[in-house]
């Protein structure tokens, strides 16, 4: 995000959402989604779970994933993560969504 003594960007006002865009990801050179979240989102907790599209991804590979491959990332708080999935959902959720 942009400090409060410099001016507010599209790419700092982008960059303070709770999603990685199409964009975003087309532009980064990252070689793994978690290397992608890593440098778009440093910001974004990494002890949280890892849903592919609408599956949990409990063995983790998900983050192992090309980055082509994806859409879009999103983070979910606890709470946004259980409004969608339900109680199974105890934490916070990265939700890698595939082309």
Do not use: C, H, M
Request: hydrophobic share 30%; net charge positive.
């Amino acid at each position: 995000t942009a400090a409060p003594d410099q001016p507010v960007t599209a790419n700092s006002t982008t960059r303070r959402t709770n999603v990685t865009t199409t964009q975003e990801i087309r532009e980064s050179r990252a070689t793994s989604v978690k290397d992608l979240v890593t440098q778009s989102r440093p910001q974004w907790p990494r002890q949280t779970l890892v849903f592919l599209d609408n599956e949990p991804d409990p063995t983790g590979t998900a983050v192992s994933r090309n980055p082509s491959t994806v859409k879009e990332i999103r983070y979910l708080t606890k709470s946004e993560a259980q409004i969608k999935w339900g109680s199974r959902v105890g934490d916070a959720v990265i939700q890698i969504i595939t082309r």
